[in-house]
Every structure is written in structure tokens, then in C-alpha cells.
Nanobody, 126 residues
């Protein structure tokens, strides 16, 4: 089955930037829509962004819109989340998720995705 591994998390000061990566193995991501979710301590898992398999459609929640950018490089079998202007409330474990869904569609819905990575910790603190 498809396997996803997140990387790029760490400790960053408020206002700083990080780029998260979601790398796939066993299968290529060409026909998969990808989403990023996060879960802060004591909070429910929150969907923050998604990208269609074609890369032609992206979506963001209001809390990250304008600060985060999702992108994909199918040649590298990797999806990225560029995070700028980070705030303490962005502190969470970040997960990527995938579903085989060709076309220009994606949804920021946890139940829509079949495959999940292990998560990477992002901590924003001074």
C-alpha cells in the first residue's frame, strides 16, 4: 500500500518559516490528491490544506490562507507545505494524507483520505 513519510518539522520562532515534505513510497503520487492536517495538544485534528492530483486545485483553511502554500513535485513523488509567518498557535503535529483520486478535485475532510503519514512535530515558540 501507499506509504507516506513527513519530514521538516522542528522548533522555530514566531514569524519564522518551515517547509514540510510528504514523501511517498511503493506507488507514485500522480493520481493521488493530498492533504495536510494538524493536531495540537488537547485539540481535534484540523485539516489545513489540500492539493488535487493534477496540482490544478488547492484549498486552504482561513487560519493559514496567505501564510501557507501547498505544492507538489510528482517527479520527486513529494508534496510540500511551505509555512511562513508562523504563530504559536501553529504548534501541532502535522500529518499528510492521500487518496487515489485523479482530476482537479480535493477536499479538506479527514474522512476522505485513505493513507496517512506518521506526523512531524512543529513547535513555534520564542
Amino acid at each position: 500500500q501507499l506509504q507516506l513519510v513527513e519530514s521538516g518539522g522542528g522548533l522555530v520562532q514566531p514569524g519564522g518559516s518551515l517547509r514540510l515534505s510528504c514523501a511517498a513510497s511503493r506507488f507514485t503520487l500522480d493520481y493521488y490528491a493530498i492533504a495536510w492536517f494538524r493536531q495540537a495538544p488537547g485539540k481535534e485534528r484540523e485539516g489545513i490544506s489540500c492539493i488535487s492530483s493534477s496540482g490544478g486545485r488547492t484549498k486552504y483553511t482561513e487560519s493559514v490562507k496567505g501564510r501557507f502554500t501547498i505544492s507538489r513535485d510528482n517527479a520527486k513523488n513529494t508534496v510540500y507545505l511551505q509555512m511562513n509567518s508562523l504563530k504559536p498557535e501553529d504548534t501541532a503535529i502535522y500529518y499528510c494524507a492521500a487518496i487515489r483520486r485523479p482530476g482537479d478535485v480535493c477536499y479538506i475532510l479527514e474522512s476522505w483520505y485513505d493513507y496517512w503519514g506518521q506526523g512531524t512535530q512543529v513547535t513555534v515558540s520564542s
